[in-house]
């Protein structure tokens, strides 16, 4: 007298998630039924539940499940922010609390020219992303048009400052050596340490001598462990020496 009631298979269409209703029947006894999820939304809106059952479950859940943040939140923007690097889809932006990443796919700035400095008007709004355990604003909407600003610079930074505390944070590294990269990974290292470097927005390091040091501009990033986005790969030039003559006085003999 009882059946298994399957739900989602129906809609998905994921060949392994389908129940074998041959084995079902004829080894367990069961029928099978299958409905989309929607079934469930039905039920709770014509009170198609036992009541004692759902309290019980709930007080249960309330009890031992505890409630994570919701990584799809809505979120607005009240502020200007000021662009700082674009690429299609990437579009690093600043303002006085920080730095952000708004991963843009289908508004009118994906194919748009945003220069460093450019301000984006406040009352955007997209979703709390993460991708790979990188925070990013997706899905952007209500975007206006771009005014001029103040072009944002580069914050001066070591390898040992490349960690999740400063994910998408603008940085500048000074005097560093890079492998070659091998399908776009590549290592970065300086006095402080070595970090793993993405080519992700595929700067040209075909002219790149793993003898000679570099000043790197980019952003901090991260896929489950910290690494590197360059976006300007420059040899290094070293600072001329100060002249400095102390206390010589010109003393003449007779």
């Known amino acids: 007298g009882k059946s298994y009631l399957q739900i989602g298979s129906i809609c998905m269409g994921i060949g392994g998630s389908i129940m074998d209703q041959q084995f079902m029947e004829e080894y367990l006894g069961m029928r099978v039924e299958s409905v989309d999820e929607v079934e469930i939304l039905r039920r709770m809106e014509e009170g198609i539940y036992v009541s004692e059952d759902v309290e019980k479950a709930l007080a249960w859940t309330k009890k031992n499940c505890k409630e994570g943040f919701d990584k799809n939140t809505l979120v607005s923007v009240a502020n200007d922010v000021t662009a ?6 990437y579009l690093y932006v600043k303002d006085n609390s920080g730095y952000a990443l ?55 930074a070591t390898v040992a400052d490349i960690t999740a505390a400063n994910v998408n944070k603008y940085v500048k590294l000074s005097n560093v050596k890079l492998t070659a990269p091998v399908a776009k990974t590549f290592e ?10 993405y080519n992700q927005f595929t700067v040209d390091m075909s002219s ?9 501009e980019g952003f ?5 462990d910290p690494q590197f986005y360059p976006t300007s790969i420059q040899e290094y030039v070293a600072p001329a020496p100060s002249m400095w003559w102390g206390n010589y006085s010109n003393q003449q003999t007779s």
């Open 84 to 89: 700082i690097y674009h690429n299609r889809k």
């Open 102 to 156: 708004l991963f843009d796919t289908n508004s009118k700035y994906t194919d748009a020219t945003i220069n460093n400095g450019d301000v984006i008007p406040g009352g955007f709004f997209g979703k709390y992303a993460e991708f790979n355990m990188l925070p990013e604003m997706a899905y952007l909407d209500g975007v206006g048009e771009l005014k001029a600003g103040t072009a944002v610079e580069p914050v001066e």
């Open 188 to 197: 970065m290292t300086d006095e402080t340490g070595t970090v793993s470097c």
């Open 208 to 216: 790149l001598d793993p003898e000679k040091t570099y000043d790197v």
């Open 220 to 224: 901090v990033s991260i896929s489950y």
